[in-house]
């Protein structure tokens, strides 16, 4: 350790939405690493008084650990050279640490030290091809501090798409159910459901969810209602997590619309909303169309998001997506990489920066704010950037700042080019300013609760003992870039803002019941077309327990 | 099959990492490896390998040798070098050490296939898994290289494999460009032959006719690059083959980048991956596990507390600033560049056959090869993670003891300190 075993919090105004307490003076206890009604008299404390209190963070959606990931990391020397991480002095005993490199995508230790440093504790990667599941577990394994987990990759699978074609979508449940288990996974990826199966065979992209991939009779719409109900039917504790098709482009809120409503009643959840907003397109120029996708989502309980706020500055977009990727490569002129994944999916990253003077990287900044703002249940709307798609997770703290203060927005406003944010919200003067129970809720209690987590995002007994304590501070993006005391486990890892421990955390991961009929046909596809052997594709040696659901 | 799990066992004889491998063993050895090429089966062998500790030609007790390694590396400027045959399990605890230690930190790679990752970080590339060559491309043009040789189940496994999802084996078009005597694979349908100084010139050529740019009325062999172009860009998917690796002849440097170029433009009216060929013994997996854990995969210098990019001094000329150097692996996989290189320095080798390495050494400490005694990740060529098994017992683990080295040296850290 790392830690007394017993600590109690003293004194500090604890946001603990999950459990109704909205900045009362409390103090918070733990005992083996877990939240506790009360600790004996003489228990080691932590003086809090002054100070505000909250969960550890969670990221439900980060690209952070992955074969995808590494590929951007081989293609930015520049960035690590420009960022060099020392190893962290950490307290004597617990370890040596190491350095590193930064960047939009850090090095695997880095980005551990940095997430802790936050006052992150728990996050999750959010597009892993099945395949390559195995890289991200050794990551991971060298991505410290970190509760983590992946979703996996199943929205243009091969073997999915056979099955619905074929009529036999009912096997789907018991695929999913398989996979999710055999690669370690937590939940189901869907990213442009058929489009990048569509960029692979010739047909470059689907745009639209009815629009046929190839001369099947599959659409996008029937990938996301078989995988939604797949993963609702399996109780999964986190729903199929959509990026839809289109994203990025010009008029693409009539697909978003259209996806939500394909999928009106089943419980799902639709990743970084703000690149799926755009109103325009067809000569029209680009608008925000935020306040309409909002608004379905306001109505609809049953569906949640993240964000992706773009942040100015560089990011680096890395994704599933491989057409949206060629066509930001064929017209921002930048390196660009394209892997094409066997059977699964695919990849395809280009280094990019967001700059106030451009008209759409400020529409981009403007929408996500929009949606942050006109979202009416926070508990639904999640805090991210997509990093380092929007920018790199280091920004949350600007972010959290640009929401609780309208003055710094209007401060950014004025820099930004106004081109194109006529008629949209946010040029209309939203005055809605987050509170700090709102941003405990977004950036914890509610990731944790869409995410299935119940030992995450709260503070009440039987919670994972992870606390962020920061110190009161008038400028917000400080006072989140650097808190006074983070506690993993119990353990206290960051000490007057410094990092002092930083324990291996926890893989999350689920394994369904299925029925094991189903792989007499998946053995026969892999024999057929994969260059990987069946028996060698299971990641066997995933660590910690899996959820298990289902018998 | 292997035992243990019962899955079959993968070849890291070469890049292509065949994970169809039957092993049958006899009175712990390998008996026979099914499936496995030539190469494959000389990769195998019996699975024998020695178990010796020496220091200075002695056999010595683990910890003494395990000692001296430590003294050596963190006594004053020092290298690790990940050689081939060891599991991306060790390649980590090695570069940790190197970390620990502040030393530079290299791979074969730097001395080899350093060249096509260095034109994939300025430019980017456009690639596939191999499985997406087997199941899409209705074209293959292989560059200067007939797999065959180094790559023995390359053709059969992953380029011309008849099952397919998306193209029939009749409806593959085979092409060989021959550059010099680099001659493509004897399965080609159609040849292209390119005098090595009409290479780099044939490909500029090729990108300008696949963007639409006007290239008529040239001499004979550029025109018909010309014309392969074109009908690279008629095809459905295309994929190029080339060797990553160095070959027995020194290629233009600007190959890597003109067919990383032709690859990148062929997406704007088809679809195209080039298949860069790698060496095996988990070659790719060194490259990887150093890009995640220092951010660059090869030439990496620790001096100054991170790491630092030094892709201008590959291993053999980085030796000449180092005391020290720990290679970690297979010392027959270590370039014959970097073996001049280590001349009059303390070298401690740590891997398959340490103690028969081909150079001069001062402390040996055998231990296994990553898929016949040590289990654990292994890359393939294109950065697929496979999982290879011990097949049968052998050495101490190449972990284990890089983890006794890291104790080593952190206990010695201690005792400097007090």
């Known amino acids: 350790m790392s830690g007394p075993e017993r600590l109690r919090i003293v004194g500090g105004a604890v946001h603990d939405p999950a ?69 962290p002095e950490l307290a004597d005993g617990d370890g040596p640490s190491r350095s590193g490199t930064g960047g ?30 195995r890289h991200t577990h050794a ?81 996008p719409r029937a990938i996301l209602e078989t995988l939604a109900d797949a993963a609702n039917g399996l109780r999964l504790p986190h729903p199929i997590h959509i990026h839809c098709n289109s994203l990025g482009q010009a008029g693409n809120s009539a697909t978003t619309l259209a996806t939500m409503q394909a999928l009106a009643g089943r419980r799902a959840h639709f990743t970084h909303l703000q690149f799926h907003c755009y109103g325009g397109g067809a000569g029209a120029p680009w608008s925000s169309a935020a306040s309409t996708v909002i608004d379905h989502v306001n109505a609809h309980p049953e569906h949640s998001v993240d964000v992706g706020q773009v942040m ?66 926070p508990w639904r709307v999640v805090l991210s950037t997509d990093h380092p798609n929007g920018g790199s997770f280091l920004a949350y703290p600007a972010l959290i700042q640009l929401l609780m203060d309208r003055s710094a927005r209007d401060e950014q406003l004025k820099r930004a080019n106004p081109k194109l944010l006529a008629g949209g919200a946010i040029a209309d003067g939203l005055a809605r300013e987050y ?32 606390v962020t304590v920061y110190a009161r501070d008038a400028d917000i993006a400080r006072m989140f870039s650097s808190p006074r005391y983070v506690l993993k486990a119990g353990n206290l890892i960051v000490e007057e803002g410094q990092l002092r421990r930083a324990p291996q955390g926890r893989r999350l991961h689920v394994r369904p019941g299925f029925d094991e009929a189903v792989l007499k046909d998946v053995r026969r596809h892999f024999d057929a077309y994969s260059t990987v052997a069946f028996d060698n594709y299971a990641v066997r040696d995933v660590p910690g327990d899996p959820v298990r659901i289902g018998s | 099959m292997s035992p243990g799990n019962g899955s079959p066992a993968v070849c890291l004889g070469c890049g292509c990492a065949c994970d169809d491998i039957a092993i049958t063993l006899s009175g712990g050895r390998i008996a026979a490896a099914a499936n496995a090429c030539a190469l494959g089966l000389a990769w195998y062998g019996d699975g024998s390998v020695p178990s010796r500790v020496t220091v200075n030609g002695v056999p010595s007790a ?135 100084g009409d290479e780099v010139a044939a490909l500029g050529l090729m990108r300008a006719a696949v963007v639409g740019r006007d290239v008529s009325e040239l001499p004979a062999p550029l025109a018909a690059a010309a014309d392969l172009a074109r009908r690279m860009a008629q095809a459905r998917y295309v994929g190029i083959v080339h060797d990553g690796e160095p070959g027995s002849e020194p290629a233009d440097p600007q190959r890597a980048e003109g067919l990383v170029a032709l690859a990148q433009a062929l997406n704007g009216p088809t679809r195209c991956a080039l298949s860069s060929l790698r060496a095996g013994g988990n070659r790719s997996g ?31 000329a980085a030796l000449g600033e180092v005391a020290a150097v720990l290679i970690v ?56 993670p496979l999982p290879v098994p011990q097949l049968i017992p052998g050495p101490p683990a190449t972990v284990s003891v890089l983890k006794s080295v890291a104790a080593m040296l952190r206990a010695g850290a201690k005792g400097a300190a007090r």
């Open chain 1, 19 to 87: 459990n109704g307490v909205d900045g009362e003076v409390r103090d918070v206890c733990i005992e083996d690493g877990r939240i506790v009604a009360a600790v004996p008299a003489g228990a080691p404390t932590l003086d809090a008084r002054g100070m505000v209190v909250m969960p550890g963070g969670v990221d439900i959606h980060a690209h952070f650990a992955s074969s995808s990931c590494n590929h951007a990391r081989r293609l930015l020397p520049e960035e690590h050279t420009a960022d060099p991480v020392r190893a």
């Open chain 1, 104 to 133: 939009t995508v850090p090095t695997t230790f880095s980005t551990g030290y940095r997430y802790a440093g936050l006052g992150y504790t728990t996050a999750f990667d959010a597009a892993v091809a099945p395949l390559t599941a």
């Open chain 2, 286 to 316: 060194a490259d990887t596990a150093m890009t995640w854990q220092t951010g660059f995969p090869f030439a990496v210098d620790f001096g100054a507390g991170f790491p630092r990019y030094r892709p201008d001094t590959p291993a053999s």
């Open chain 2, 62 to 196: 683990r910890d003494a040798a395990v000692r001296q390694v430590a003294e050596a590396i963190g006594g004053g400027r020092a290298m690790v070098y990940l050689a081939p045959d060891i599991t991306t399990e060790a390649q980590r605890e090695a570069i940790a050490l190197a970390d620990r230690a502040g030393a530079r930190l290299d791979s074969a790679t730097s001395d080899t296939a350093a060249i096509g990752i260095l034109v994939g970080q300025r430019r980017g590339r456009a690639a596939a898994t191999l499985g997406e060559l087997r199941n899409r491309a209705d074209m293959l043009v292989f560059w200067a290289v007939d797999p065959g040789t180094r790559y023995p189940r390359y053709l059969s496994r992953y380029a011309l494999n008849p099952s397919a999802t998306h193209v029939t084996s009749g409806g593959r078009a085979v092409v060989a460009v021959d550059v010099g005597s680099a001659r493509g694979p004897g399965e080609a349908k159609a040849r292209l032959a390119l005098a090595p």
């Open chain 1, 139 to 219: 990551e991971l394994d060298d991505t410290p501090v970190l509760d983590a987990g992946c979703f996996a990759l199943m929205g243009n699978d091969e073997y999915l798409i056979r099955q619905i074609a074929g009529g036999e979508a009912a096997r789907a449940p018991d695929y999913v159910a398989w996979l999710l288990g055999a690669v370690g996974a937590y939940a189901v990826k869907v990213v442009n459901p058929g489009g990048i199966e569509a960029w692979k065979s010739g047909q470059r992209n689907l745009t639209a969810i009815d629009q046929p991939l190839g001369s099947t009779k599959v659409t």
């Open chain 2, 329 to 384: 692996g297979s010392p027959e996989g270590v370039p014959p560049a970097v073996v001049d290189a280590l001349a009059g320095r303390r070298v401690a080798v740590i891997g398959p056959r340490a103690s028969e390495a081909p150079f001069p050494f001062e402390v040996a400490i055998d231990t296994g090869v990553a898929g016949i005694h040590e289990a654990g990740i292994a890359y393939r060529m294109d950065d697929v």
């Open chain 1, 435 to 466: 509170s700090l129970n709102e941003i405990a809720i977004v950036t914890r209690a509610g990731p944790a609760r869409l995410l299935g987590l119940s030992r995450k995002g709260h503070l009440g007994v039987g919670a994972d003992g992870d």
């Open chain 1, 312 to 377: 100015f500055g560089p990011a680096t977009t890395v994704t599933a997506d491989g057409p949206v990727e060629y066509l930001l490569y064929s017209t921002s002129g930048r390196k660009w990489v394209n892997i094409d994944i066997e059977l699964e999916t695919g990849c395809g990253i280009v280094p990019y920066s967001y700059k106030e003077k451009a008209a759409v990287a400020t529409l981009q900044w403007a929408i996500g704010l929009e949606l942050f703002l006109l979202a009416k249940d």
